[in-house]
């Protein structure tokens, strides 16, 4: 698991600096979500959030068909992608990590619902995550990479 070297997330420009992979991956999952819904490149995906325990950190938010999940690692099995975020954050805490999952159903691009929900909004970060997201989106063949991770075991 990667760790962001303390004192990035809350310099704008630093975390503005880093790697996009890094970027929605620590801190700006819910923009890359809320701009793949914006125009799904593939039908079906809902948004899906994993919310740690009281007292932990983890928070992830993610797309998925039920079967594979895309994030800021492109096309995953959904199980892999859940075995994977906990398996790193209950790392962190030995005496035990938990979490529960649920269906998103706010705005993933609303400042005010996600300020609600202690995320940042678009309009919240040094540069622009919206634009930042639709070209990573960009870069990706969706299909092929759907269908290789839907392949995998």
């Known amino acids: 698991m990667y760790r962001l070297k303390p004192g990035i997330k809350q310099d704008p420009e630093r975390r503005w600096a880093l790697p996009d992979r890094v970027f929605f991956g620590f801190g700006a999952c819910h923009i890359l979500a809320g701009v793949y819904l914006q125009n799904p490149p593939l039908p079906g995906f809902l948004p899906e959030r994993i919310i740690p325990g009281d007292g932990f950190s983890g928070n992830h938010i993610y797309v998925t068909n039920g079967d594979i999940a895309?994030?800021?690692?492109?096309?995953?099995?959904?199980?892999?992608?859940?075995?994977?975020?906990?398996?790193?954050?209950?790392?962190?805490?030995?005496?035990?990590?938990?979490?529960?999952?649920?269906?998103?159903d706010f705005d993933l691009l609303d400042t005010h619902a996600l300020n609600q929900r202690k995320m940042r909004g678009p309009d919240q970060y040094f540069g622009d995550p919206v634009a930042r997201a639709k070209a990573f989106i960009a870069k990706i063949d969706h299909?092929?990479?759907?269908?290789?991770?839907?392949?995998?075991?």
Do not use: I, M
């Open 70 to 104: 895309f994030d800021y690692r492109g096309y995953v099995k959904r199980e892999r992608l859940l075995r994977r975020h906990t398996t790193g954050w209950a790392e962190q805490y030995p005496g035990g990590w938990n979490c529960t999952l649920e269906q998103s």
């Open 143 to 153: 299909r092929r990479n759907a269908a290789k991770a839907a392949s995998a075991s």
